[in-house]
Every structure is written in structure tokens, then in C-alpha cells.
């Protein structure tokens, strides 16, 4: 019987694949004939599967699926022996209905595919979140301040400046003023936001609902015929057997094999109908919204992660702290270098003639560190003769001072070489390798400057007071280097006692020049600005020989040179009178005014080639003792930051006299008006020695510009204090005046090495000015003035 039955079996085969090689014409023809040749097996066959004489009667058809050549054939055969075997042949007839426990190993592998998905977006839609919640209002403030915004042009206009280059906004400066770290990292953020919002939404799309109907390609609602039509239409397109890419496969198994299984299966589909999903009714999700690799810990990916943990979490803080720690260590706050300020602080003394300060200067650690190459001796040498008469030399001893020069220390020679040939002009005929140590070395003075003014004013024992004298000779160097003037140009001369140094500090001016108006009657700066424009215009082009346009230059400059005025009050708060030992409050106000209106603008230095504010010192100071009791530094710049600290310091003021919220909101507004305009308000404690009568002056001295520096003499009246406690009469001591402070004129007198520096010398027009102080930004300097912010010791 099993002969009989595999005999059979080899001549359906043959015959099988005897058909399926035939012409369509042939196939055709021979279907008839097929019956008697099988007159045991065919028939059978045709009765109970009508598939088999479907696949005899079409088998040309199977040919023009895309498969090899042997490939219809073969599926046939083993089709129609899967027939006899009671089986439906795959891909064409509907699968047999599975139960749902089958089915649930793919619905899990689709189940977890979703799942990982789903975190990955939910990460990404994090990350934007936090990204986008700082970022969108913070991008609308910049823009909205950037829209309103006012474009001042706050730095001079003349010809000079303007050839110079210094404040040229070429495509390159445009670009570096744009590119600032804010606003590279606002760009960088918004890049990234694009970016995640294109993945997400490339996510989403790959992501899509299961829709079965869809996938099918059928309405909701279809019947179960279509469902079958439609499953066989896709699996002649998709099966495994009629395609071979691995991507039809993939879909026809996630896809089409589980929609028709949803829809098939009664109880799938009711669900999905009434539920949306094929499992019934799905409880409430969660997501986590970390990516899939920290989810998937194993093996490598866990050592990765441990690594990645580890660095960022403690090795990157970590490198920022050392880094941090090594660098805070050498420098200061200002970004200059403690050995620096050990340095000025060693050297610096109170007898300190303002024609040495260049000798401490020069001793920055910054400036040491500076290579002295032996190509630079030769350039040096024609600079040594070029400068020579700056350098403070016994003409008499020429050849022993310099010997005595030269046996410096290397770095010492070099800088101040280099600074005088910034003083005399002379910088152009310098080497290319000098050049680069010259800029840098302008680039470091206004810092270095700004912290040895700290050290002069700085308060020490046992008085607690810092001094005068050293003081006033770092401002003078200061507006030297500035504006690129000789410090032997302050020598008076001529009867004039500030020298031609504010001259020259005008474009077009020289030497020459000043000495042709000086024949006119014109030997004080002052005397120049306060003539009028007609007048002045006469001199310069008539006398000093200028052109239209260089007059021009000099009128714009002269409206950019500021005039200072101070009022100041000293008294004890609470207090009558001021007696011995006690605390006793400065309040001052400092206006400013220019000619062309401006408040806050860039001095005119087109020979200093970088970005320089103009800053101010106020500094109450006894003149006799060379002791200065109060210093502040006032800017003119910020108007928001002294417009806060002038309120702040009003309200305050007011509170504690016990002023009731009408005059308080009133006295905020004036001072609010009055910084608007351009005052500002500084406040400072300091106290008083012993019992006397002492002349004071406060100096406000602007570190930029030559020739607008103020001084008022001011007499402070201290009343002895009684043994009881209580506090003396004003009868009993003397006239004292109101608030202990009577301002008055005095002249002094005081002998440099060198020369003599503007703030001492005898001045009987000097101006003698009252004004009340406002800045925001002051470093209060006394017995009770708060630590420097360089961390100077």
C-alpha cells in the first residue's frame, strides 16, 4: 500500500511539473486532456481542491512573478502536495485562524518595538521641552532690546580716529561683535531645537497607529470576503515565495499577516471596532523619557554607560574645578596676576614722585614674563637713542647712567622702551617681533594701572589712609599712555603750569603749534576751550596754520573733552557737628558735561589701539599729610546700574530720617532725574582723626583725558568729644559750619623730582567746583571701606 501510494505520488510530480513548463497556449489545450491521464488522482484532485486546477489551469500566469525561473513549479508541486495532505497552500489561500495564543509572541515583539520607539520620542520631546522653555522668551527679550535700542555713536569723529581704524566697523568687526559667546550659544540652541523637532516628527511618522483597514487597503467596516480578496492581492505582492526582499517580508509579517489576523478573529475585531486596538480596551500608558540605550543595559553598552556616568558626573567637574583653582590662584578678579599686585605693593611708597610710578609699573609680573629676544637688541639700541631725553638721565653722568640703564634687568629695559616710544610717537619705526610685544603691552596697561590706583589709595596703618601723592602720579601715567603724550610735556614752562601736554592731546596738534598760539596769549588749555568758535577758528587757521577741515577735527574733539563738577557734604548721620572719632558719611554728586551732550563716551585716543572707557577717581585727601581718607571710582557709562544704586541709597537715606512714603517716592525721582542727566552719586564712611580744623581737597581726576581734572579745597572742622559722652557745642570750640564743612581756596605748593604734576601746583583759575556724586560701581576706600575686588591683601 505504501508502494502503491509513492508510486502515485512520483507520477503527480512528473506530471505536475510536466504542466507547469508548458506554453500558455499548450497548458491550455491540455487541460481537458489531463483528466484521462489521471483518471485515479486528477480527478480527485479537481473535485476536493479546486486550488490545484487553478494552479494547472494558470500555472503560465505564475511565471511572470518576480522568482527564479524554477521557482512557480516547485511552489507548485509542493502546494499540490500540501493539498493532498488536506493542508492550505500558503500565501494564497488564507492562513488557518490561529488562537491568540499563537499570535501573542509578534504582538509582543511589536509591543516592545512600539515601546522603545515611543521612549526614544519621549526623550527627545524632553529635551526640546527643557531646551525651548528658557530659550523662546529669552530670544524674545534680546530681540525686543536689540529693536528698541537706541545706536548712540559714543566714540569721537574726527579724521584722525577715523583713519586710525580703531572704531572702523568692517565685515570682520561685525561679525566678532555678533559672534559674542551669548549669542553663539542662542544660535547653537536654536540649531539643536531644529534638529530634534525633524527627528521627532520623523519618529512620529514611522510610528503610526496600527490601522488594519488601512493596511489592507480596505473601509471600516469591510466584509469578510474583501478582507480575504484584499489579504491574497498583498500576499501575491509580499509573501516571502513571491518576493524575495527582506523588506516585503518584514512588512508582510508585521503588517499584513497581523491586520488580517485583527480582522478575521471575531473577537479582534469586535475589539478593535469598539476599542481601537485588537487586545480590548488598553489601560493607561506610561512612558519613560530616557533613550533606549539606558534601558537596555548589557554587556558593553552598561561598562559604556558606567564610563559615561563616571566622566560626566566626576571627571569633567572635576578638570573644571582644577582648572578653575589653578587659574583663580594665579590671577585676580581683573584677570591680573597676584605677583603683580605683591610687587606694587612692595615698591609702593608715600613719597613716591609721579615720574617713578613708571619704575613700579614696569614691574608687572605680566610684563617679566614677556620674552627678551636677542634679534630685539639692535631695534632696542635706536630706541634707547630715539627716547633718550624721556629716560630721566644725568646729563652730566651721561655715560654712567647708561651704563647704569642697560645693566637692568632685560625685561625691565625693554618695557620701558617700549612705553616711551608709545609717549614720543615713535612706535612706527619698530620690528614686526617688537610690534606684537608693544600691543600687548598696551593691551595690559589699563588693568595694570587700574590695580596700582588701588594700591596707592589703598588705607594702612596706623592712620588707616592710603596716599596722595602716588596716586596722582598713576593718573597722569595713565592719561599719557592714553593719548600718547610725554610725561616731560607736564613740565611748566613759559607761564604755563600744566605744560603743553592738553595741547597735545588734540588732533593736528604739535609743539610748533602751541608755541605759534602761545604768541597770542594763548598758554592755558582752558583758555583755548573757553574761546568761541569763531574766535578759535581764527587762531588756528590764521595763526597756527590749519585747514578747514583740521579745525573741524580740533572743534569735535574739544566738544568730547568732559567738565567735571562736584558738590559734597560730609556730617555725622543722626549727629550735630562731627567730633573726634566718629564715622562720618560723603555724599557727593559728580556731573558731567560735553559739549556735544553726550554722557557716557570713548575718549579720543586713535594712537592707543584698543577699547577704552573713560573712568574717574574721587578721592578726599589732606593734602599736608599726604594722606587721602576716601577714594571711589566713578563711571559714566552704565545709566541703569547708577540709576538703581542712586535710588536704592536715597530711599534709604530718607527711611532713616523718618520721611513719609510721599517725600521719599519724591526724592527718588529727583535722583532719578538727576543721574538721567548726567550726575551720579557716590557715598563713602570714613573716620575722623582728633580734635582739629583740617584742609581738605577732593580731587576728581579722569584716568583718560589731560586737562579736565577738577579740585575743591573743603575745611573739616572736628569738635572734641566730652568725657561725659556727650557731645561738645559749637560754642565752645569755635565756629563751626554747617554740617562741619566749610569749602574755601587754598593754594599749595609742592616740589617734584622731575616735574610737577597739575594737582599741586599753584592754580588761581582754577576752577572750584560743587556737585553731589552718583555711581553705582564705587570702591569705598577708608577705615570702614570694603575689601578691594582684585583680592588685594
Not at 221 to 241: F, M, N, Q, V
Not at 553 to 563: A, F, H, N, Q
Request: glycine share 6%; proline share 5%; net charge neutral.
Amino acid at each position: 500500500m505504501v508502494e502503491f501510494r509513492e508510486e502515485k505520488l512520483r507520477d503527480r510530480r512528473n506530471r505536475v511539473l510536466r504542466l507547469a513548463r508548458k506554453t500558455p497556449n499548450q497548458s491550455q489545450n491540455s487541460t481537458s486532456e489531463s483528466v484521462p491521464l489521471l483518471p485515479n488522482l486528477t480527478v480527485p484532485l479537481l473535485n476536493k481542491n479546486p486550488t490545484f486546477f487553478f494552479l494547472v489551469q494558470h500555472s503560465h500566469s505564475l511565471k511572470r512573478i518576480k522568482t527564479p525561473p524554477k521557482c512557480p513549479a516547485r511552489t507548485a508541486f509542493d502546494r499540490a502536495e500540501q493539498s493532498v495532505a488536506g493542508s492550505t497552500p500558503s500565501g494564497l489561500l488564507p492562513p488557518k485562524k490561529e488562537g491568540r495564543l499563537k499570535a501573542t509572541p509578534r504582538k509582543k515583539q511589536y509591543g516592545s518595538m512600539a515601546a522603545s520607539e515611543e521612549n526614544n520620542s519621549l526623550f527627545l520631546i524632553f529635551i526640546l521641552t527643557m531646551i525651548a522653555l528658557p530659550l523662546m522668551p529669552y530670544t524674545i527679550l534680546r530681540l525686543c532690546r536689540a529693536a528698541t535700542k537706541k545706536t548712540k555713536t559714543i566714540h569721537c569723529q574726527c579724521s584722525v580716529c577715523s583713519h586710525s581704524g580703531k572704531h572702523r566697523k568692517s565685515i570682520y568687526k561685525r561679525i566678532s561683535n555678533f559672534s559674542t559667546c551669548g549669542n553663539l550659544t542662542i544660535l547653537l540652541l536654536w540649531v539643536v531645537m531644529v534638529i530634534l523637532v525633524y527627528y521627532i516628527k520623523h519618529i512620529s511618522r514611522e510610528s503610526q497607529p496600527f490601522e488594519p483597514f488601512s493596511i489592507l487597503g480596505l473601509e471600516p467596516g469591510a466584509s469578510e470576503s474583501d478582507i480575504k480578496k484584499a489579504y491574497r492581492r498583498l500576499s501575491i505582492l509580499y509573501h516571502p515565495d513571491k518576493n524575495p526582499d527582506p523588506e516585503a517580508h518584514k512588512y508582510f509579517v508585521e503588517f499584513i499577516s497581523k491586520a488580517y489576523q485583527a480582522l478575521t478573529d471575531p473577537i479582534s475585531r469586535e475589539n478593535y471596532e469598539k476599542y481601537g486596538h485588537p487586545d480590548g480596551r488598553q489601560g493607561f500608558q506610561m512612558g519613560i523619557a530616557l533613550p533606549q540605550f539606558l534601558l537596555n543595559i548589557d554587556g558593553a553598552s552598561g561598562g559604556i554607560l558606567l564610563l559615561g556616568i563616571v566622566g560626566v558626573c566626576i571627571l569633567l567637574p572635576l578638570m573644571i574645578t582644577v582648572i578653575y583653582l589653578s587659574r583663580s590662584s594665579k590671577y585676580t578678579g581683573n584677570y591680573v596676576m597676584h605677583q603683580t599686585l605683591s610687587t606694587y605693593y612692595y615698591f609702593m611708597k608715600p613719597s613716591l614722585a609721579p615720574s617713578k610710578v613708571m619704575d613700579v609699573f614696569i614691574k608687572a609680573a605680566e610684563y617679566m614674563e614677556m620674552p627678551v629676544r636677542r634679534s630685539d637688541d639692535e631695534p632696542l639700541q635706536k630706541l634707547f637713542v630715539a627716547v633718550r631725553s624721556e629716560l630721566n638721565l644725568d646729563l652730566k653722568n651721561i655715560r654712567t647712567e647708561q651704563a647704569k640703564f642697560w645693566k637692568q634687568h632685560p625685561s625691565l629695559v625693554k618695557m620701558e622702551l617700549l612705553i616711551q616710544a608709545h609717549l614720543t610717537r615713535e612706535s612706527a619705526a619698530l620690528s614686526s617681533a617688537l610690534q606684537k610685544d608693544f600691543k600687548r603691552m598696551l593691551e595690559l596697561a589699563p588693568r595694570l594701572l587700574e590695580e596700582l590706583m588701588k594700591i596707592a589709595v589703598l588705607p594702612r596703618s596706623p592712620k588707616g589712609y592710603g596716599w596722595l601723592r602716588p596716586a596722582i602720579g598713576v593718573v597722569e601715567l595713565s592719561q599719557s599712555i592714553i593719548q600718547a603724550v610725554p610725561l616731560g610735556a607736564r613740565k611748566a614752562a613759559g607761564g604755563n603750569s600744566e605744560g603743553i601736554a592738553p595741547f597735545l592731546q588734540l588732533p593736528h596738534f604739535s609743539e610748533g603749534i602751541v608755541k605759534k598760539i602761545a604768541r597770542k596769549k594763548v598758554r592755558m588749555f582752558q583758555e583755548l576751550q573757553n574761546m568761541t568758535v569763531h574766535d578759535r577758528f581764527e587762531l588756528l587757521t590764521q595763526t597756527a596754520g590749519l585747514s578747514a577741515a583740521e579745525v573741524h577735527d580740533v572743534e569735535l574733539v574739544l566738544e568730547m573733552i568732559p567738565s567735571i563738577t562736584v558738590e559734597i557734604t560730609c556730617e555725622t548721620e543722626g549727629e550735630e557737628g562731627i567730633q573726634e572719632g566718629d564715622l562720618v558719611t560723603m555724599y557727593a554728586w559728580v556731573t558731567l558735561r560735553r559739549g556735544n551732550g553726550l554722557v557716557g563716551a570713548l575718549p579720543h585716543s586713535p594712537l592707543f589701539p584698543f577699547h577704552k572707557e573713560e573712568n574717574f577717581w574721587l578721592l578726599l585727601a589732606d593734602t599736608a599729610s599726604n594722606d587721602v581718607w576716601l577714594s571711589q571710582k566713578v563711571s559714566f557709562m552704565d545709566e541703569d546700574t547708577a540709576i538703581a544704586a542712586a535710588s536704592k541709597a536715597i530711599q534709604e537715606i530718607k527711611e532713616a530720617l523718618g520721611a513719609n512714603a510721599k517725600e521719599v517716592s519724591y526724592a527718588v525721582k529727583e535722583a532719578i532725574e538727576k543721574v538721567k542727566s548726567g550726575s551720579r552719586l557716590v557715598m563713602g564712611k570714613f573716620q575722623v582723626p582728633e580734635e582739629g580744623s583740617y584742609n581738605l581737597s577732593s580731587y576728581c581726576l579722569c584716568d583718560a583725558w589731560i586737562g579736565c581734572d577738577t579740585k575743591t579745597s573743603l575745611k573739616l572742622k572736628v569738635l572734641k568729644r566730652s568725657r561725659a559722652g556727650t557731645r561738645g557745642h559749637g560754642a565752645e570750640e569755635g565756629p563751626v559750619a554747617e554740617d562741619g564743612v566749610e569749602e574755601e581756596e587754598e593754594e599749595e605748593e609742592e616740589d617734584y623730582d622731575d616735574y610737577e604734576s597739575e594737582y599741586s601746583d599753584d592754580e588761581d583759575d582754577e576752577k572750584d567746583v560743587e556737585s553731589k556724586v552718583s555711581n553705582g560701581v564705587a570702591h569705598q576706600r577708608g577705615v570702614s571701606s570694603s575689601e578691594e575686588d582684585s583680592g588685594t591683601d
